[in-house]
């Protein structure tokens, strides 16, 4: 791990820095040891709830989600709403950019080469898939397997935070709102997406892999805009890609002139 990346991380429960050791990153105060596999660093917990079904989910969809989702858009006859959300982000040459729920890395391609790309998920199978593809590219990423709520990072060290596809189900969205605010500089805008409820109505509760996940009576999805802190500005909310998605963005206010 290079040094840059190690000094952005710190324990996602008690925030203190790490030193390497080994194939390890040891909390310098508490002794607590996070492994590393593959180049990832591992600082999934014991989960519970809706973190857990979720991570079973994907760890079994993750081998054919990007055929997936080529298929759907070619029979739809569709442009991918990914360029739609990349429209959203505000990345700078250079930026320090972070996807939280990055899965198999598919927005990777529509953002510029020159910036330092990192992604947190969930699933250790999206990841895998992701770091295979990476090579293929001939990009770069550094990946970690962890929680939205529970970020990894220290403050303020990213120019741009987004999230594409989970914070719908995932166990504690208020969390990780202000887990994506805390990563985040001063001035940064954040970008949040996720689907409608409509596209769980008529895809996921019908689509054989999927429906077991979302049984009727899966409790309805909603924008959390009002899980935004009242401090942040130009919060704003639309839907986007024909209304199968709605896009939340706002801005972590700058840091006050000396
Ligand atoms: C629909 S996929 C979207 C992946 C990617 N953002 C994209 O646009 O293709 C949702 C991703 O969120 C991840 N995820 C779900 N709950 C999560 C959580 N609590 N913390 C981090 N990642 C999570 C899943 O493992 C999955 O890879």
Same mark, same amino acid.
């Given at each position: 791990?290079?040094?840059?990346? @190690?000094?952005? !991380?710190?324990?996602?429960?008690?925030? &203190?820095?790490?030193? =390497?050791?080994? %194939?390890? +990153?040891?909390?310098?105060?508490?002794?607590?040891?996070?492994?590393?596999?593959?180049?990832?660093?591992?600082?999934?917990?014991?989960?519970?709830?809706?973190?857990?079904?979720?991570?079973?989910?994907?760890?079994?969809?993750?081998?054919?989600?990007?055929?997936?989702?080529?298929?759907?858009?070619?029979?739809?006859?569709?442009?991918?709403?990914?360029?739609?959300?990349?429209?959203?982000?505000?990345?700078?040459?250079?930026?320090?950019?972070?996807?939280?729920?990055?899965?198999?890395?598919?927005? @990777?391609?529509? !953002?510029?080469?020159?910036?330092?790309? &990192?992604?947190?998920? =969930?699933?250790? %199978?999206? +990841?895998?898939?992701?770091?295979?593809?990476?090579?293929?590219?001939?990009?770069?990423?550094?990946?970690?397997?962890?929680?939205?709520?529970?970020?990894?990072?220290?403050?303020?060290?990213?120019?741009?935070?987004?999230?594409?596809?989970?914070?719908?189900?995932?166990?504690?969205?208020?969390?990780?709102?202000?887990?994506?605010?805390?990563?985040?500089?001063?001035?940064?805008?954040?970008?949040?997406?996720?689907?409608?409820?409509?596209?769980?109505?008529?895809?996921?509760?019908?689509?054989?892999?999927?429906?077991?996940?979302?049984?009727?009576?899966?409790?309805?999805?909603?924008?959390?805009?009002?899980?935004?802190?009242?401090?942040?500005?130009?919060?704003?909310?639309?839907?986007?890609?024909?209304?199968?998605?709605?896009?939340?963005?706002?801005?972590?206010?700058?840091?006050?002139?000396?």
């Amino acid at each position: 791990m290079e040094s840059e990346v @190690l000094s952005l !991380l710190c324990d996602p429960d008690s925030r &203190y820095e790490f030193e =390497l050791e080994g %194939s390890t +990153l040891r909390n310098t105060a508490t002794g607590r040891v996070y492994p590393i596999r593959d180049g990832i660093p591992l600082f999934v917990s014991t989960l519970t709830g809706s973190n857990l079904k979720y991570q079973s989910l994907y760890d079994r969809i993750a081998p054919g989600y990007d055929l997936a989702e080529t298929l759907y858009y070619w029979i739809k006859r569709k442009p991918n709403y990914r360029h739609e959300v990349v429209a959203e982000l505000e990345i700078a040459p250079g930026a320090r950019v972070l996807e939280v729920g990055v899965g198999t890395g598919a927005n @990777l391609r529509y !953002l510029p080469q020159d910036i330092d790309f &990192y992604g947190l998920d =969930l699933s250790w %199978s999206m +990841l895998h898939k992701f770091r295979k593809k990476l090579k293929k590219w001939r990009r770069n990423a550094q990946l970690f397997q962890g929680e939205a709520s529970r970020l990894p990072f220290r403050a303020e060290v990213f120019d741009c935070v987004f999230h594409v596809g989970g914070i719908n189900f995932f166990s504690d969205p208020a969390r990780s709102i202000r887990e994506m605010i805390w990563v985040a500089k001063p001035g940064t805008k954040i970008v949040i997406v996720d689907e409608t409820e409509k596209v769980v109505r008529d895809h996921y509760q019908k689509n054989p892999a999927t429906k077991a996940y979302f049984p009727p009576g899966t409790e309805a999805v909603r924008c959390p805009i009002d899980l935004v802190p009242e401090e942040m500005q130009e919060i704003k909310a639309r839907e986007i890609a024909d209304g199968k998605l709605y896009c939340l963005t706002f801005r972590k206010p700058a840091a006050p002139a000396r």
